[in-house]
Antibody, heavy 116, light 108 residues
Framework: EGQLVESGGGLVQPGGSLTLSCAAS????????MSWVRQAPGKGLEWLSL???????YYADSVKGRFTISRDDSKNTVYLQMNSLTTEDSALYYC??????????WGQGTRVTVSS | SSELTQDPVVSVALGQTVRITCRGD??????VTWYQQRPGQAPVLVMH???RRPSGIPDRVSGSRSGSTATLTITGAQAEDEADYYC???????????FGGGTKLTVL
């Protein structure tokens, strides 16, 4: 069926960097599209990035040029490298398994707080 | 601002029918996907391809689309339906996805 576990969140200073991990079990990330979505406290969902099974990636305008999605097939893990962080990036970050833009499996999220 | 627009709050009496709408030009070209999010939980897929239910979603939940408006209908609302609902679709550029602002459904 599939399970996702995010990790790597924490407290980071403005301007800093952080890399989030999303470990998959029950399926191979190499054969699926994978996405990242975030949710600021008390706010709605915001789509961030989609990684194609073939290796390409799409990004939301709000993170393009600052965030990079990648994958390690040997670890069955997807990553989100985040640079130049601002307080606006504070949120709960979810990864999800995607089938044609449909996120059918979600992790429980990892929290990122950007603060000095 | 979101390219998909949802009513922020909708309420329904227990056992009645409620319609949650999502409006956006991209819906003329792309299917909408709906997610349910209960407090403190991750989102759950409840409808895709406009009107396709994943396994485990009750058949009292249905979806439809007319022009640039998609609708998630819950017939005979139950207490467990109280949650936030988000629509999602590709946008007209085709290489991005976007969520609506979300609708908080209260079951009275």
């Amino acid at each position: 069926e599939g399970q996702l576990v995010e990790s790597g969140g924490g407290l980071v200073q403005p301007g800093g960097s952080l890399t989030l991990s999303c470990a998959a079990s029950g399926f191979s990330v190499s054969s699926k599209f994978m996405s990242w979505v975030r949710q600021a406290p008390g706010k709605g969902l915001e789509w961030l990035s989609l990684y194609y099974a073939a290796g390409g990636a799409y990004y939301a305008d709000s993170v393009k040029g600052r965030f990079t999605i990648s994958r390690d097939d040997s670890k069955n893990t997807v990553y989100l490298q985040m640079n130049s962080l601002t307080t606006e990036d504070s949120a709960l970050y979810y990864c999800a398994r995607d089938i044609g833009g449909i996120s059918d499996t979600w992790g429980q999220g990892t929290r990122v707080t950007v603060s000095s | 601002s979101s390219e998909l627009t949802q009513d922020p709050v909708v309420s329904v009496a227990l056992g009645q029918t409620v319609r949650i709408t999502c409006r956006g030009d991209s819906l003329r070209s792309y299917f909408v996907t709906w997610y349910q999010q209960r407090p403190g939980q991750a989102p759950v897929l409840v409808m895709h391809g406009g009107n396709r239910r994943p396994s485990g979603i009750p058949d009292r939940v249905s979806g439809s689309r007319s022009g640039s408006t998609a609708t998630l209908t819950i017939t005979g609302a139950q207490a467990e339906d109280e949650a936030d609902y988000y629509c999602n679709s590709r946008v007209n550029r085709g290489d991005q996805l976007v969520f609506g602002g979300g609708t908080k459904l209260t079951v009275l």
